[in-house]
C-alpha cells in the first residue's frame, strides 16, 4: 500500500467531471487499497479519486462505525434523497476550512464495488453528508462552492471535526 499525495485547491483537477470506470481489475483493488490508506493517514473519513490527481470515479468513505465499514463507491449515482441537514464540513484538499453546508439527510445510491458489481445502499445523517460530498468530488462539485458561511478554528472545538 501507498500514501498518495493529496491534491490541494486550487489544482484544476478538483473541477473536473471524472470519467466513468469501465476495466475492473487488481489496478483498481491497489488503488482502492492506497485511496483508503491516504485517507487514513490524512485522517479523513472520505477521499476521491480526483483528491489524488486521478480523474476516475471512484470514492471511498469511513466515518468510523464499524457495523457500516469502509464504502467503496465506484460509477456512484444517486438515486434519491430527501430531508435536509446543515452542518460543518471540511475537505483535504482545502487544509484548514471549514463551512456550514446544508445537504440532504438521507440518501439513495447504486454503485459498482471493486470487482464491478453493483449494488444499492441508503444512508442518513453524517454518512449520507460524506457520501454526497465525495460525490461531488467526483462531478467537479467542491464543498466551498455549498458553504453557507464559514466557520473558525476555534468554533470547532468539542466538535469533533478539528
Do not use: W
Request: charged share 25%; proline share 5%; with cysteine.
Amino acid at each position: 500500500m501507498a500514501i498518495l499525495p493529496i491534491v490541494k485547491h486550487p489544482n484544476p483537477i478538483l473541477e473536473k467531471q471524472c470519467e466513468p470506470v469501465t476495466t475492473f481489475d487488481k489496478t483498481i483493488a491497489v488503488f482502492l487499497d492506497d485511496l483508503y490508506d491516504t485517507m487514513i493517514d490524512a485522517d479523513g473519513v472520505g477521499l476521491a479519486a480526483p483528491q489524488v490527481g486521478v480523474q476516475k470515479e471512484i470514492a471511498i468513505v469511513d466515518i468510523d462505525d464499524d457495523e457500516i465499514g469502509t464504502i467503496e463507491l465506484i460509477n456512484p449515482k444517486v438515486i434519491s434523497m430527501s430531508g435536509e441537514q446543515t452542518d460543518v464540513e471540511g475537505c483535504l484538499s482545502f487544509p484548514g476550512l471549514f463551512g456550514e453546508v446544508t445537504r440532504p439527510f438521507y440518501v439513495k445510491v447504486s454503485a459498482q464495488d471493486r470487482c464491478g458489481t453493483a449494488f444499492t445502499f441508503e444512508a442518513e445523517g453524517f454518512l449520507a453528508r460524506a457520501i454526497l460530498h465525495e460525490i461531488d468530488h467526483l462531478r467537479g462539485v467542491l464543498f466551498t462552492s455549498k458553504v453557507e458561511r464559514y466557520v473558525e478554528e476555534h468554533e470547532l472545538e468539542g466538535s469533533g471535526i478539528e
